[in-house]
């Protein structure tokens, strides 16, 4: 065969297709990646201000509402513990108590939300009160364990889930070649990647936990069970976009999942420290939903829980019934060979 015949038989349109696919995910990738986290500015980071006297407390929230950039959204708080608990409660990520007897005030901060984020805090406000001849204490409510360096322990596992889950959903399909999924092949996938979701949530909590390398503090089976539904959340949703999409849903799940929201997810710095746009999706992906979850579950008590739940559980209740119709549906015009 000669060359040039070898060469067209080798570049078909729909690899070509598929090379210009990747690219545009290298690109994608690049530019979600530094575009996210080469520069944070905090902005409007929720933050309380407590004194005992309410103008005092009044003033000093105008003050720091006033700061150039807008870096906090201060709001007044009935008192010290009041704060506290809102901190635990990841209402606000740090609070300044104000002690107008003396010349010393109180910084409370929650590193296990991300020390990133603690750090620009107590920076900030030893530079304000410094303006005020004041100087400030920090006590940190919520803090890291020393296992869990910078706070990133939550989110390198939630990543390992997610990697776990669109892998083995794009492995399953691919192992069939071509051919797309009856309704009982899809039925058989989706109860596999439950199995393996469960065991990967319960080796990722092993990992991590006291057993092995005692990186994240907090609750066991609540750690199992956030990694089962991490991981069959992406697995699910994997799979019906490979059922949409044919191969090209493999691409479309590292979009989502890795370009998408692994740099929106809050992991290297917390969502107040990202743009705009940033802030606003990662709460809906599943790494943002899941590194929000593991940390509340490691250092805040199992607060906060609610809406990334609902917002994974939402991910893997559409996967399932997406592939599930899909499926049904080409079984009714083409009876699908598993």
Known sequence: MKFADEFKAAVT??????????????????TSYVGALHSPKPKDVPFGVVAP??????QAEQRLDQLPGSPLDPRVVADRETARQQIMDRKIDGALVIDPRGTTDTLLVASGGGAALSNFLEGLTVRIEAAEQRTVRTIDVAPASPQDFNGLSSFYLVIGWCVGGYLCASIMSISAGTLRASPQRAG?????????????????ALIVGDTILGALPGSFWGLTGLGALITFAVGAITLALQELTGVVG??????LVV??????????????MLPPFWQAIGPWLPPGAGTWSARSIAYFEGNALTKSLLVLSAWAVLG???????????????????
């Not at 996938?189 to 990722?204: H, K, N, P, Q």
């Open 188 to 204: 058989i996938r989706i109860g596999a990647m439950a199995l393996v979701s469960i065991v990967g949530g319960i080796g990722g």
């Open 320 to 338: 399932v019934a997406v592939t599930l119709l899909v499926t049904a549906l080409r079984e009714r015009k083409h009876p699908a060979r598993a």
């Open 250 to 255: 493999i691409g479309l799940a590292v979009l």
């Open 53 to 58: 006297v309410p103008a005092v407390a009044q």
């Open 13 to 30: 349109p729909r690899a070509a297709l598929l090379v210009l696919g990747v690219l545009a995910l290298q690109l994608l990738f690049i």
């Open 259 to 272: 370009v998408a929201g692994n740099p929106s997810a809050g992991g290297a710095f917390p969502l107040p």
